[in-house]
C-alpha cells in the first residue's frame, strides 16, 4: 500500500512529465534541428547562446572544432557541450 507521500510524488512526477513532454513538442516544431548532431553556424550560435559572429571567432581560434564538408562548415553538438562543460565555472 502507498502511503500519502509516495502518492504525492507520483502524481508529482506525473504532471512534470507531462510538462516536459508538452514542452519538448513544442522544441521540436519550432527548432527541429535540435535532434540532429551537425549544427550549421546559425544553428550553433543559438545553441550556444552566442552570436554567428562569435561562433566564427571562436572557429578561427580552434576553441571549437568542425566538421568541414566541402565548403560546407558544421559543429558537432557533442563537441558543443563539452565546450559548454569546459568552460563551466564551479
Known amino acids: 500500500m502507498q502511503s500519502d507521500?509516495?502518492?504525492?510524488?507520483?502524481?508529482?512526477?506525473?504532471?512534470?512529465?507531462?510538462?516536459?513532454?508538452?514542452?519538448l513538442q513544442e522544441l521540436i516544431q519550432n527548432e527541429p534541428w535540435v535532434l540532429t548532431r551537425l549544427l550549421n553556424v546559425a544553428q550553433a550560435s543559438r545553441?550556444?547562446?552566442?552570436?554567428?559572429?562569435?561562433?566564427?571567432?571562436?572557429?578561427?581560434?580552434?576553441?571549437?572544432?568542425?566538421v568541414r564538408v566541402?565548403?560546407?562548415?558544421?559543429?558537432?553538438?557533442f563537441e558543443l557541450d563539452a565546450f559548454i562543460e569546459k568552460h563551466r565555472s564551479s
Do not use: F, N, T
Open 47 to 66: 545553441y550556444l547562446g552566442r552570436s554567428k559572429g562569435a561562433i566564427r571567432h571562436l572557429i578561427a581560434r580552434r576553441a571549437l572544432p568542425v
Open 5 to 23: 507521500s509516495q502518492k504525492l510524488i507520483a502524481v508529482l512526477a506525473a504532471k512534470v512529465a507531462e510538462k516536459l513532454e508538452r514542452r
Open 70 to 77: 566541402g565548403k560546407r562548415v558544421q559543429l558537432d553538438r
